[in-house]
């Protein structure tokens, strides 16, 4: 198989209108002939579903959660990116491209990303004009910070709760088309599986997770934007019920997989306190601005009170390394810097399972230097906040952070259409591997689902459909469908019979171990190898000694999660092929053996610029590699230094 | 510590509930109330008995999944918070915890602490939005907005739609919820063009579902995690009553 | 007038016309308080006040007509929202703790509802004079009705004078609550003003009160009399 990216050639500048300009149409009055299923209401769904609505497809919408509005793009704190130039510092479509195929290490592809920063200025536009209230100045007009250290100030923000804003205005257009009719929405209902027919996507399964009942549903065309499976490691910044079924099961029927391996960790979560732990919760990084990182210079200080060491004994380890970024060096950095302290024992805070995972952040120096009610001012929510979680006061003690899973780089591979290697398989926003390469810049993926949801997909998903045609006879009585349920339906038999000793959740945390231990922050290639020996054998007394009470009617969240559960156990193998593949360290994937004399990560642009997919072979059978090379013709590469 | 919980158990959304008492060992201060729920039902998974069924999705106060009666307090006893940042540190030793699903005819319970809040949707559906068309929008800084303005209709856009505010209203009313929506777009340039409509239809649709009416109690606000204002309910009667006086509906 | 139909259908609709119709019954009781009040000044000034409204037919009737609208307009809306509230919960919370409502809050429905009682024996009483019926038959000097011998001997009854102060005791609490949330209902908030409105709320509750249950006691106790 080769892999076309079909993208449109010429200046890169004008490439997405010419390429618009290509593509077919369809008759305003035939659009409500065609079907369209897409599932997920997060930003990229729900933007998505919206439009196609407006245009008058006749949509239905998907999600697991009760209400359209709870999908996880609600928990996005910090902002969004777009090239405006508000404050005039410099920002234009081009930096904000070049920055991002830079901040993705050069592993992404460039067209896609000129057009993501093209199209960021009309979602602040769009955003804006459904309500969404942005931070302002007095004068009136939209107000602007910069992020993740980025050179200009081009994030738009609403105080803490970004994600929510903009979730609740594609929300609120979804409702619309809701009330108008011409999008029809199933909450608590997940998808099985991905029904394809003659080498087209033309359908799903669905467990509705009410009910317990099976459903099939027929369309023309079918968009997954499901989000990402950071979940895979059991603890992780993402919502309980993220997972990877979608996307996986459409990988088991066809679709490709590609850079799996690229997942990125978040410097700033709050550490985790015990073994009950459930799920991570991510501080805003704004908080390094001000913070200063130390642990003990001496392992046996690691359980003293933070406040009774002096300075001397203090080992402020970023700054030491990075003498000119210091405490704001880039999140892959600080990430693996605090595993690298925690390795050596110097640690501090709770013992769980016999380390101590978590650094300070300090903030005593810079309250003595601004004074406690610019800290307020600056942070006070972010305090409030690790004080209603870890019951204890940052103004007084340091906080303790440690690095957590925070977004999922990989994703199913799509072409500059964002349609898959399916026919009609369509993957918007954090589901598809697109644009950010193999590390993403903070306030992109909000842009990201947004651009893919409201303004790429409709106008390739209406190209699709007006080439496809109209007037399918296909019905849920076809046997792909009837076979598509049986199997789901078998799965589920099968989860409910076992009714083993472990409860799921035990398996998932087994999982997330390995996945966190070998194929996290930095990985090996003996650890790899160790993890693809061991999922295995975890699937396999999942599948033995599992156990799922109660049956398949009604409300059964221990089936709804036995069921993501099964696919991790899948896909972290798969992951960690991935990650054994890339022999080089870029992004957010740091491969041990692969790096500077600093210990940087080290590119290996002559053997690894491609895109890694993935083709599905069977379980127990290892998948294809396909690869999809990437040329540069705007962007010069060069290998970063934080020093 | 350990904690004693009474929490409702009923199988199916028309089947008689029931409390049922639970004794949960080594709770950690730690914990939050719903990690606490997740070692009891680990426990009763091993057992292969029906674990407790909530809902539950961010467990960080933002995504509004989550939320029952916790001692007959919605979100429990810390202000502002939601049931998965509320902490055991909050009870001590002994306690004992009675855990309820909110109770309102629109919110019929599905089992367990977990109710259909489908009603909500509904209510944005009738006319929680802006009627833009995507790519229609006007440049972004086209219309400067007061900060004040924006500023407050952000606190009313916080709302995060966890029917706390339904069910901890002596009348079960759905006021703050609905009032924060209709606050938020009718606060801003951008949704004074529908101003009225919207404020008609919304609470037209509020009173289909059932919800009560408001008799300024004050409790919504109380429990509300977001800590929205009634304030809000007040400039949504003012809406509709001049929508009403106003329009040539 | 579909219009009108349709908003009073609204719970806000509903509320608005409790808040209007409470506020005019709250009007009146403030007037009516102030004429009881000449009760202190005796006899000649209580007759002649009384004599004086009975003489002006426009103002009487008038009166009697807004307060015969609104008070039925009033309890009858009451009655509906109270049931729309008990169908709204249909099973009540094994527990439940209040956290910000008020006991004037909540038990504004039960002294909503004693005050309906209240006010149509003491229509019966010093109106109508179905109770007593002498006291239709009491004229002063002048020959005006002696409504000053009517209430000084109304309430030399004891249980009478209890009937009344708990009728006031229930309208201390209706009106502390009632007397702020009807700017509420009608949507007259503002940050600034808020904390003013409960405080005068309070403030003309217990006027209202004292002032009321004065007369009564001060029959009691002989600081009023004959
Ligand atoms: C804590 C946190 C903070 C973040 N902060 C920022 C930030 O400041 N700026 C930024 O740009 N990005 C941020 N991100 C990343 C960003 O929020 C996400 O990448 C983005 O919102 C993903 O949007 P999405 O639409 O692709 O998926 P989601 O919002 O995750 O939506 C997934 C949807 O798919 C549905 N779904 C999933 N599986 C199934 C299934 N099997 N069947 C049916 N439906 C299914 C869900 O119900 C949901 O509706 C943050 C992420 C986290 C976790
Ligand atoms: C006839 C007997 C009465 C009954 C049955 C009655 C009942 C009620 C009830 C049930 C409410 C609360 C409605 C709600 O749940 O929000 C209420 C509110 C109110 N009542 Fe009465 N009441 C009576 C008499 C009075 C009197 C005598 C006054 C004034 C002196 C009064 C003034 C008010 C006011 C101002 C409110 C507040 C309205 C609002 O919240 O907007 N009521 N009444
Ligand atoms: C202790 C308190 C009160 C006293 C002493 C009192 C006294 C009186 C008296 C003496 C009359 C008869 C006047 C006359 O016919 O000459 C009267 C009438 C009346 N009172 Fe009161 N009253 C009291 C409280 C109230 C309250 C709380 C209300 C509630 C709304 C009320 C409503 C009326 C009404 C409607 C009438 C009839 C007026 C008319 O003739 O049309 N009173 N009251
Ligand atoms: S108003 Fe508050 S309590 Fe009510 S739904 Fe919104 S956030 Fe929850
Ligand atoms: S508690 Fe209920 S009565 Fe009104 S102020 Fe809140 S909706
Ligand atoms: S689980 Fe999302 S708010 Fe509690």
């Known amino acids: ?643 | 510590m350990k904690i004693t919980l009474n929490v409702w158990r009923q199988s199916a959304p028309q089947a008689a509930g029931s409390f049922v008492k639970y004794e949960v060992d080594g709770v950690n201060a730690d914990m939050s109330m719903l990690e606490m729920l997740d070692v009891l039902n680990d426990r009763l998974e091993s057992k292969g008995e029906a674990p407790i069924a909530f809902d539950h999705d961010c467990r960080e106060g933002i995504c509004g999944a989550c939320g029952f009666m916790i001692n007959g307090v919605a979100h429990g006893p810390e202000k502002e918070i939601t049931v998965c940042q509320t902490h055991m540190r909050s009870f001590k030793d002994g306690d004992e915890l009675t855990l309820e699903p909110w109770r309102a005819m629109a919110f019929p319970v599905m089992r367990d602490l977990m109710v259909d809040r489908s009603a909500f949707d509904r209510i944005i559906q009738a006319g929680g939005y802006v009627s833009v068309r995507t790519g229609s929008a006007p440049e972004a800084n086209a219309t400067p907005v007061m900060k004040e303005h924006a500023d407050l209709a952000f606190e009313a856009a916080a709302c995060i739609g966890c029917g706390a505010c339904v069910a901890a209203c002596p009348n079960a009313a759905a006021m703050l919820f609905t009032s924060a929506k209709v606050s938020h777009l009718g606060l801003l340039p951008q949704g004074e063009p529908e101003r009225d409509k919207r404020a008609m239809d919304m609470v037209a649709q509020m009173d289909k579902e059932g919800f009560g009416h408001c008799t300024n109690h004050g409790e919504c606000e109380a429990v509300c995690p977001k800590g929205i204002s009634v304030n809000f309910i007040a400039r949504m009667n003012r809406d509709l009553l001049s929508a009403t006086l106003r329009s040539t509906r | 007038m579909s219009w009108l139909q349709s908003l009073y259908a609204s719970t806000i609709g509903k509320k608005a016309v409790m808040a209007i119709t409470g506020l005019i019954i709250f009007g009146f009781t403030l007037g009516h308080m102030a004429g009881n009040l000449l009760a202190f000044f005796g006899e000649d000034t209580f007759n002649t006040y009384a004599a004086t409204l009975k003489g002006n037919p426009p103002l009487l009737w008038g009166t009697r007509l807004l307060l015969l609208t609104v008070i039925p307009l009033h309890f009858l809306t009451a009655f509906q929202l109270i049931k729309r509230s008990n169908d709204a919960r249909p099973a009540a919370y094994a527990k439940w703790q209040p956290q910000r409502s008020t006991y004037a809050s909540r038990t504004i429905r039960f002294g909503g509802i004693y005050l309906l009682g209240f006010i149509l024996y003491h229509l019966a009483h010093y109106t109508l004079h179905l109770t007593n019926p002498e006291f239709a038959g009491y004229h002063d000097a002048q020959g005006r009705h002696d409504a000053f011998r009517m209430v000084v001997e109304g309430f030399s009854n004891p249980i009478n004078v209890a009937v009344y102060l708990v009728a006031m005791l229930s309208l201390v609490f209706h009106l502390s609550h009632g007397a702020w949330s009807m700017f509420q209902s009608m949507g007259l908030n503002h940050p600034k003003y808020n904390q003013l409105r409960e405080r005068a709320a309070w403030t003309l509750a217990i006027v209202l009160t004292v002032g009321f249950s004065s007369v009564p006691l001060a029959v009691l106790t002989g600081v009023v009399h004959r």
């Open chain 1, 1 to 643: 198989m080769t892999l076309d990216g079909k993208c449109p050639s010429g200046p890169i500048e004008t490439a997405w209108d010419s390429h618009r300009f290509n593509m077919k149409l369809v008759n305003p009055a035939n659009r409500r002939k065609f079907n369209v299923l897409v599932v997920g209401t997060g930003l990229a769904g729900a933007a998505c579903a919206a439009t196609l609505g407006e245009l008058g497809f006749n949509v239905q919408a998907f999600c697991y959660q009760d209400s359209a509005r709870r999908a996880h793009s609600i928990a996005a704190q910090g902002g969004i990116n777009a090239a405006k130039n508000y404050q005039n510092d410099g920002d234009s479509v081009y930096r904000l491209f070049y920055d991002t195929v830079k901040g993705g290490d050069y592993r992404s592809r460039e067209r896609n990303v000129y057009r993501l920063a093209q199209i960021s200025v009309n979602i602040i536009d769009q955003a804006v004009a459904q309500g969404v209230p942005f931070a302002r100045e007095y004068g009136g007009l939209l107000d602007n910070r910069s992020f993740g250290g980025a050179q200009v100030a081009r994030t738009f923000y609403a105080r803490g709760q970004t994600g929510q804003q903009l979730l609740l205005g594609a929300y609120s257009a979804l409702s619309r088309q809701v009330n108008a009719g011409t999008v029809k929405l199933h909450t608590r209902t997940e998808m099985l599986d991905l029904v394809v027919i003659d080498g087209r996507a033309r359908g799903i399964i669905t467990r509705n997770l009410a009910t317990g009942e099976l459903e099939s549903w027929v369309g023309d065309a079918v968009v997954l934007a499901t989000g990402g499976y950071g979940n895979v490691f059991f603890l992780s910044t993402n919502a309980m019920g993220c997972n990877v079924t979608a996307t996986y099961k459409a990988y088991k029927k066809g679709a490709l997989f590609a850079n799996p391996c690229y997942t990125q960790i978040h410097p700033t979560c709050i550490p985790v306190s015990g073994g009950y732990q459930s799920k991570l919760t991510l501080m805003s990084e704004s908080l390094r601005n001000d913070g200063r990182v130390w642990v003990p210079k001496s392992a046996a200080d690691a359980t003293k009170d933070p406040s009774s060491l002096p300075d001397d004994q203090r080992d402020y380890y970023l700054e030491r390394r990075y003498p000119s970024f210091g405490n704001l060096v880039p999140r892959d950095v600080a990430s693996r810097n605090a595993k690298t302290v925690c390795d050596e024992g110097r640690g501090v805070g709770h013992e769980v399972d016999g380390q101590r995972r978590a650094v300070y952040l300090d903030f005593r120096d810079a309250i003595q230097r601004v004074g406690k009610s610019t800290i307020e001012a600056r942070y006070g929510n972010l305090f409030h906040m690790y004080t209603k979680i870890t019951g204890e006061n940052p103004y007084e003690s340091p906080m303790r952070i440690y690095p957590a899973i925070h977004y999922t780089m990989g994703g199913l591979w799509v072409d500059y259409n964002l349609m898959s290697n399916v026919e009609g398989l369509f993957v918007l926003g954090e589901a598809n591997f697109s644009d950010h390469g193999a590390n993403r810049l903070g306030a992109s993926a909000l842009m990201q689902g947004l651009a893919d949801g409201y303004f790429i997909a409709p106008p390739t998903i209406s190209d699709y459909l007006a080439r496809v045609g109209w007037g399918s006879k296909l019905t849920a009585e076809h046997e792909g469908f009837k076979a598509a349920k049986g199997e789901a339906n078998d799965r589920i038999q099968k989860l409910l019979s076992i009714k083993g000793k472990r409860p799921v959740d035990s398996f998932h945390r087994e999982l997330g171990n390995v996945m966190w231990d070998k194929c996290g922050m930095s990985r090996t290639k003996e650890g790899l190898e160790e993890a693809l020996k061991r999922i295995p054998e975890i699937r396999a007394e999942f599948w033995e000694n599992v156990n799922v009470p109660g049956e398949n009617k009604g409300v059964n969240q221990s089936l709804e999660r036995a069921g993501r559960v099964a696919d991790f156990l899948e896909f972290g193998e798969l992951m960690c092929l991935d990650a054994l593949e890339r022999a080089e360290s870029c992004g957010g994937h740091f491969r041990e053996e692969s790096q500077t004399e600093d210990g940087e990560a080290l590119r290996d642009d002559d053997n690894f610029r491609h895109t890694a997919a993935w083709e599905y072979k069977g379980v127990e059978t290892a998948p294809t590699l396909h690869k999809e090379a990437l040329n540069f013709d705007y962007v010069k590469l060069t290998q970063r230094s934080y020093k």
